[in-house]
């Protein structure tokens, strides 16, 4: 069996959410779609509780200087949820050749698609709303604080 990154970031993730909000709610939604797009889905990864606030967070990892769209295909479930007063969807993105961890709330990247944009450019992201996560590297993985996320959002609602 391959090395799935991907999985095992999201491994990390649940541990520094857990370390960054020790008294906050993460749940993992199960992942039942067996990799078959178009069978039942989830609109995120995690749904998580912090200090009265709801995160829908979409955790994606991905090589190279660009994450495309088409990668995303949670976009359409986790915008339905964007209006809702106090429900924070949004991406967590581990861009690995960058050793960068960023958090894109879902309207941003309704944003980049309305302006043409096909994908995340780590190097295009000047105008654009996001938080570049404080991370260290430690072998491989990041070790992530999440803490700001409280802050970015609450500049926004």
């Keep these: 069996m391959a090395d799935n990154k991907g999985k095992k970031f999201e491994k990390q ?3 520094d959410w857990g370390t960054s909000f020790p008294n906050s ?24 509780y912090v200090s009265g ?3 829908l ?9 660009t994450f495309p769209f088409s990668s995303l295909r949670q976009y359409d479930d986790l915008k339905q949820y964007e209006p809702l007063k106090g429900v924070y969807p949004g991406v967590v993105l581990w861009m690995q050749d960058h050793d960068k961890v960023m958090y894109f709330p879902v309207d941003t990247i309704t944003n980049m698609m309305k302006d043409g ?23 491989v993985f990041m070790n992530t604080d999440y803490r700001d ?3 970015f959002i609450e500049e926004d609602k």
């Excluded at 993992?28 to 779609?33: N, S």
């Excluded at 967070?57 to 200087?65: A, F, I, P, R, S």
Aim: with cysteine.
């Design 53 to 55: 606030k709801l995160f």
């Design 117 to 139: 944009c096909k994908s995340i450019n780590v190097r295009k992201l000047d105008g654009y709303r996001y938080l570049d996560l404080p991370s260290t590297k430690k072998r």
């Design 149 to 151: 996320i409280i802050d």
């Design 25 to 48: 709610f993460l749940l993992r939604l199960k992942d039942d779609t067996s990799g078959y797009y178009g069978s039942s889905r989830n609109p995120a990864d995690y749904i998580a």
């Design 13 to 15: 993730f649940e541990k």
């Design 57 to 65: 967070v979409e955790v994606k990892t991905h090589l190279g200087n």
